[in-house]
């Protein structure tokens, strides 16, 4: 009876120090934003955990000083009660007193950290790190209280660690900040598991990609613009305004260099339909204007402020270059959606194998989306028809080839001296 005794004790002191074990790795390991998640949804513990979570010199030399007493326990208990009773039964085998008593402590030693290793460390452990937050709410209450109870003790194991970290020139520790590249990883690993669909992540990841990409890749370029004359007949503009989808045109004065303004076509149409003339310079607005190195969020917050909601880019020298609007940074965050998925059985039906693009694709989302490296002069571009000129190096002529990153670039049109379709084939 007193030897059940004695190992329920000893496993309630293993049990402890699992606690105590659990409770470190959880709240190392435990993400502070989805401790602020649990906070909000009011999880008791989760403000306390994330407080002890921001500065693990709050709780760890609490958990030393628990896991160092429960060592000394279990060791001083082992030694002093198990040993003796399994001393009594190694005697009753007829094994000479010389033997026994090393025998006996040697083979309580070896159980006693056996079960401490995988019941006070690795089980807990591995719990811990599976759901590192949850127990760390859960934990955080006990380990707080304990750290009140040891402050003497904890206070002296503080202070001395962050003495010896002077030592060697350092201090607290530092902040965590969250990377670009650590995102990509988690939004890749939620795609993964399942968490994520794959539209969301590549939603996410257009998004981070907003900040360091430059308006002039997402603006419409001046040869692609539909743009009025303010010298055109009235006819000639109504003709214009019928055969474009768009809503907002851009006012030149003769030549698309030399822009004057920005009409919208309600305007005009109010002004036809009301029984006036045809005025372009009555319903002339000037529009913002943006340097083409800014970058698209910077750009977005603009328009947002804009009641037009257009801007001309302009290049360091004043030229006109193109015009933005927010629809086309919204495009940039979730796609083209006039971008139709090719049919079942075409050559361009594989996706993973071959992909036809505009030339006006931007280049990142191409470097993305078939992992290509380091793209040459990458920077000065923006468009997959500037990587087919760096490429080439010259101008490039349709049915002109060229391999690049395990993937066959073949201009299929163009227009004039503008790439218009290029195709991507996977080299085989």
């Given at each position: 009876?007193?030897?059940?005794?004695?190992?329920?004790?000893?496993?309630?002191?293993?049990?402890?120090?699992?606690?105590?074990?659990?409770?470190?790795?959880?709240?190392?390991?435990?993400?502070?934003?989805?401790?602020?998640?649990?906070?909000?949804?009011?999880?008791?513990?989760?403000?306390?955990?994330?407080?002890?979570?921001?500065?693990?010199?709050?709780?760890?030399?609490?958990?030393?000083?628990?896991?160092?007493?429960?060592?000394?326990?279990?060791?001083?208990?082992?030694?002093?009660?198990?040993?003796?009773?399994?001393?009594?039964?190694?005697?009753?085998?007829?094994?000479?007193?010389?033997?026994?008593?090393?025998?006996?402590?040697?083979?309580?030693?070896?159980?006693?950290?056996?079960?401490?290793?995988?019941?006070?460390?690795?089980?807990?452990?591995?719990?811990?790190?599976?759901?590192?937050?949850?127990?760390?709410?859960?934990?955080?209450?006990?380990?707080?209280?304990?750290?009140?109870?040891?402050?003497?003790?904890?206070?002296?194991?503080?202070?001395?660690?962050?003495?010896?970290?002077?030592?060697?020139?350092?201090?607290?520790?530092?902040?965590?900040?969250?990377?670009?590249?650590?995102?990509?990883?988690?939004?890749?690993?939620?795609?993964?598991?399942?968490?994520?669909?794959?539209?969301?992540?590549?939603?996410?990841?257009?998004?981070?990609?907003?900040?360091?990409?430059?308006?002039?890749?997402?603006?419409?370029?001046?040869?692609?613009?539909?743009?009025?004359?303010?010298?055109?007949?009235?006819?000639?503009?109504?003709?214009?305004?019928?055969?474009?989808?768009?809503?907002?045109?851009?006012?030149?004065?003769?030549?698309?260099?030399?822009?004057?303004?920005?009409?919208?076509?309600?305007?005009?149409?109010?002004?036809?339909?009301?029984?006036?003339?045809?005025?372009?310079?009555?319903?002339?607005?000037?529009?913002?204007?943006?340097?083409?190195?800014?970058?698209?969020?910077?750009?977005?917050?603009?328009?947002?402020?804009?009641?037009?909601?257009?801007?001309?880019?302009?290049?360091?020298?004043?030229?006109?270059?193109?015009?933005?609007?927010?629809?086309?940074?919204?495009?940039?965050?979730?796609?083209?959606?006039?971008?139709?998925?090719?049919?079942?059985?075409?050559?361009?039906?594989?996706?993973?194998?071959?992909l036809v693009m505009d030339g006006l694709m931007p280049v990142d989302e191409v470097k993305a989306r078939l992992v290509l490296p380091e793209l040459p002069a990458e920077g000065t571009y923006h468009t997959v028809a500037g990587l087919v000129l760096a490429l080439l190096r010259r101008?490039?002529?349709?049915?002109?080839?060229?391999?690049?990153?395990?993937?066959?670039?073949?201009?299929?049109?163009?227009?004039?001296?503008?790439?218009?379709?290029?195709?991507?084939?996977?080299?085989?």
């Open positions: 009876m007193r030897f059940a005794v004695e190992c329920v004790v000893l496993l309630v002191l293993i049990a402890v120090n699992g606690v105590f074990a659990m409770s470190e790795l959880a709240l190392v390991s435990a993400r502070r934003a989805r401790l602020a998640v649990l906070e909000r949804k009011r999880v008791p513990g989760a403000a306390r955990a994330r407080w002890l979570a921001a500065d693990p010199q709050r709780f760890l030399p609490t958990v030393q000083v628990g896991v160092t007493l429960v060592s000394v326990f279990i060791g001083v208990f082992g030694g002093a009660q198990l040993s003796d009773q399994v001393q009594a039964w190694l005697q009753r085998l007829a094994l000479p007193n010389s033997v026994t008593g090393p025998l006996a402590l040697a083979l309580v030693v070896v159980v006693t950290t056996y079960l401490t290793l995988v019941l006070g460390e690795l089980v807990p452990k591995q719990l811990a790190l599976r759901r590192p937050e949850v127990l760390a709410a859960h934990l955080a209450r006990p380990i707080f209280w304990t750290a009140r109870l040891t402050g003497p003790a904890v206070w002296l194991l503080g202070r001395s660690t962050a003495l010896v970290l002077r030592m060697f020139g350092l201090t607290r520790f530092a902040a965590e900040t969250v990377t670009e590249e650590e995102l990509r990883a988690l939004l890749a690993e939620g795609a993964q598991a399942g968490v994520l669909e794959m539209e969301e992540r590549d939603m996410i990841e257009r998004v981070l990609r907003l900040a360091d990409k430059p308006v002039r890749a997402l603006m419409t370029p001046r040869t692609e613009l539909v743009w009025i004359d303010r010298t055109d007949p009235a006819k000639e503009i109504v003709a214009t305004l019928k055969a474009s989808p768009h809503s907002r045109f851009v006012v030149c004065d003769g030549e698309v260099d030399n822009v004057v303004g920005v009409v919208q076509a309600k305007d005009l149409l109010d002004r036809i339909l009301g029984g006036g003339d045809l005025s372009v310079a009555a319903a002339l607005r000037q529009p913002m204007v943006v340097p083409d190195t800014v970058s698209a969020l910077d750009a977005l917050e603009r328009l947002k402020a804009d009641p037009l909601g257009m801007a001309l880019v302009m290049d360091e020298y004043g030229s006109f270059e193109g015009v933005v609007t927010a629809a086309d940074v919204l495009e940039a965050i979730v796609g083209d959606p006039t971008d139709a998925a090719p049919p079942p059985g075409s050559p361009e039906g594989g996706a993973e194998k071959v101008v490039p002529r349709e049915g002109d080839r060229i391999v690049f990153g395990g993937w066959r670039f073949e201009v299929l049109a163009m227009d004039g001296r503008r790439v218009e379709k290029v195709r991507a084939s996977r080299e085989v």
